[in-house]
C-alpha cells in the first residue's frame, strides 16, 4: 500500500516536472524569438537612419545618430527636459531628445550595481543633462 502510493507520488512529480520543462522551454523559444526580433528592428532602423541623412530635415539628426552607434529617446515627459513643443520646432532641436544607447546602458547599468536607490527617471535625468554639455563641447569643437 505505501509502495502504490510513493509509485502515485512519484509519477505526480514526474508529470509536474515535465510541465516546468515545457513551459521553461516555450518561455526560452519566445526570449530567442524576441531577440531575433530586436536584431531585426535594429537593421532596419540603421537603414532608416541612412535614408534620413539624405534628407534636408533630418541630416543632422541622422548623422548624430550614425556617428553614436545607437541612439535611444529620451521622453521629453521626464523633469529636465520638460519643454513646450511647437510644430515649429526643428529636427536639430528634435536631435537632443536622443542620446546614445552606450550612454544610457552604462548610466543604468551603473545605477543597478550601485545606486539601486536612484530612480531612473532621475538617471534619465542626469544622462540628459550630461549629453547636453557633452553636445555643447562637441559644437565648441566644430566651430574651431
Known amino acids: 500500500m505505501a509502495k502504490d502510493a510513493l509509485l502515485r507520488q512519484k509519477d505526480n512529480d514526474l508529470v ?5 520543462y515545457d513551459k521553461m522551454l516555450m518561455t526560452r523559444l519566445s526570449e530567442g524569438t524576441a531577440q531575433m526580433q530586436i536584431e531585426a528592428y ?14 534636408k530635415e533630418f541630416k543632422h539628426f541622422a548623422e548624430c545618430s550614425l556617428d553614436s ?8 515627459e521626464q ?15 528634435k536631435s537632443e531628445e536622443w542620446i546614445p544607447q552606450d550612454a544610457f546602458k552604462v548610466a543604468h547599468d551603473f545605477r543597478n550595481k550601485c545606486a539601486a536607490n536612484v530612480s531612473k527617471a532621475m538617471m534619465n535625468t542626469l544622462l540628459t543633462d550630461l549629453d547636453k554639455i557633452w553636445r555643447q563641447r562637441e559644437d565648441r569643437k566644430l566651430q574651431r
Do not use: Y
Open 69 to 76: 552607434g545607437d541612439v535611444r529617446f529620451m521622453s521629453p
Open 42 to 55: 535594429r537593421t532596419e532602423n540603421h537603414k532608416l537612419l541612412q535614408m534620413l541623412a539624405q534628407t
Open 16 to 20: 509536474r516536472i515535465k510541465a516546468d
Open 79 to 93: 523633469p529636465s527636459t520638460a519643454r513646450t513643443s511647437t510644430a515649429a520646432t526643428d529636427s536639430a532641436d
